[in-house]
């Protein structure tokens, strides 16, 4: 996910936001669909001061929103005393360290709550006293059984009894950790059709496919390593001179990648 997000985007996750098709919009708003559809795709299309009334009126939000010049598409006026967070937090948030975008998208999905909620609870040791009375109770009834029947120690009452006592760290650290998940787990969902958020793997497979082509390739080893070479910087191997490539090929020998490759140890 990117930190920044373009005018373009901006303009499009409002349009889809509220499920309309470009010609909808335009009539809505009364500014053509071949317009809006530059607005939204072409960047170095200018958005008429007009028009950019217009849509932030539309959407029900600030011109600066509707520019990216703010997150707060509500709230521009929102003050620090009022979002109680410390010195620490705002350096944080202004020093381009982390992710503000999917920050904002983690701490607003619907589980957020929840999460905090019981991080607060084991934070403040709410529950500390509730576990400590269960696991002693359970310990009581399981010295009392000792006592009284005196049974091997693998029996099961027994280890059932001390499977059951609960340690609080161990129980928080479980539950924060779904609900912690769940919320990664959502967003990526969310963001799977992203450019910005899918691997790039192009690169690999046209080394894949290059190398296919290399095997078919007439020649010795050292002649498929060079085609190879050669198609990672847009060079055509079979429009070389055979003296561009006797020298590039003598070049080559000289790489420990050849050396060290399959193609070259082959010799060995």
């Known amino acids: 996910m990117k930190q920044g997000i373009t005018i373009q985007e901006r303009l499009k996750d ?48 600030s011109t600066d929103y509707l520019l990216c010049a703010t997150e707060n598409r509500n709230r521009p006026d929102a003050g620090l005393t009022e979002l109680h967070i410390n010195d620490d937090m705002v350096e944080l948030l202004k020093s381009g360290r982390i992710n503000n975008r999917l920050l904002c998208e983690i701490t607003t999905h619907e589980n957020f709550t929840a999460l905090m909620t019981d991080a607060e609870i084991y934070v403040d040791g709410i529950a500390t006293m509730r576990f400590q009375d269960i696991n002693a109770s359970l310990e009581a009834v399981r010295a009392e059984i000792l006592k009284k029947y005196q049974p091997e120690e693998e ?6 009894l001390q499977a059951s006592q609960i340690q609080e760290e161990d129980y ?26 899918a691997p790039d793997d192009s690169s690999t497979l046209k080394i894949i496919a290059d190398a296919e082509k290399a095997m078919r390739f007439p020649g010795n080893a050292l002649d498929k390593f060079c085609y190879v070479m050669c198609s990672q910087l847009q060079i055509s191997y079979e429009k070389l ?13 000289k790489s420990g990648i050849y050396r060290d490759s399959p193609l070259g140890s082959r010799k060995r």
């Open 172 to 197: 928080f650290c479980h539950v924060t950790h779904k609900e912690w998940d769940a919320i990664l787990h959502d967003i990526r969902l969310a963001h799977e059709a992203d450019a910005e958020s």
């Open 241 to 253: 001179t055979e003296k561009e490539r006797t020298d590039l090929k003598n070049i080559m020998k």
């Open 155 to 160: 029996d099961t009452t027994l280890k059932a």
């Open 14 to 61: 409002l349009r889809i936001e509220r499920h309309l098709k470009l010609e909808e919009l335009a009539e809505l708003t009364q500014i053509s669909k071949s317009a809006l559809g530059s607005y939204e795709n072409d960047v170095k299309k200018e958005i008429s001061h007009k028009s950019i009334l217009k849509l932030a009126d539309f959407y029900g939000v």
